[in-house]
Nanobody, 123 residues
Framework: QVQLVESGGGLVQAGGSLRLSCAAS????????MAWIRQAPGKERELVAA????????YYTDSVKGRFTISRDNAKNTAYLQMNSLKPEDTAVYYC????????????????WGQGTQVTVAS
């Protein structure tokens, strides 16, 4: 069972930056694709970004391209989401998720989820 713990959320002004971290409990972290998924109030969950096992392949939803960067450090069992130029519409609970595969999925088919961290962007 993989446990994922997110950190780094908070309140920021529009145009600001935050970096989310996701610490994984399992040594097989390096064999798993990782993703960040968000859910805004009253909206469905949305895949924001994903990264394959090596970091060589990434995916971003259109609304965050050029502003967010997903990365991972397999030596530290940690994934990151650097969020720049934040907008009020980025306000959501952000979940870290892992997949029992080295390869990313562009749907919400991830097997392990963290409890989420709140990101609030004030206008």
């Amino acid at each position: 069972q993989v446990q994922l713990v997110e950190s780094g959320g908070g309140l920021v002004q529009a145009g600001g930056s935050l970096r989310l971290s996701c610490a994984a409990s399992e040594r097989t972290f390096s064999n798993k694709a990782m993703a960040w998924i968000r859910q805004a109030p009253g909206k469905e969950r949305e895949l924001v970004a994903a990264i394959n096992w090596s970091g060589g392949t990434t995916y971003y939803t259109d609304s965050v391209k050029g502003r967010f960067t997903i990365s991972r450090d397999n030596a530290k069992n940690t994934a990151y989401l650097q969020m720049n130029s934040l907008k009020p519409e980025d306000t959501a609970v952000y979940y870290c998720a892992a997949r029992s595969s080295r390869f990313i999925a562009t749907t919400l088919t991830y097997d392990y989820w963290g409890q989420g961290t709140q990101v609030t962007v004030a206008s």
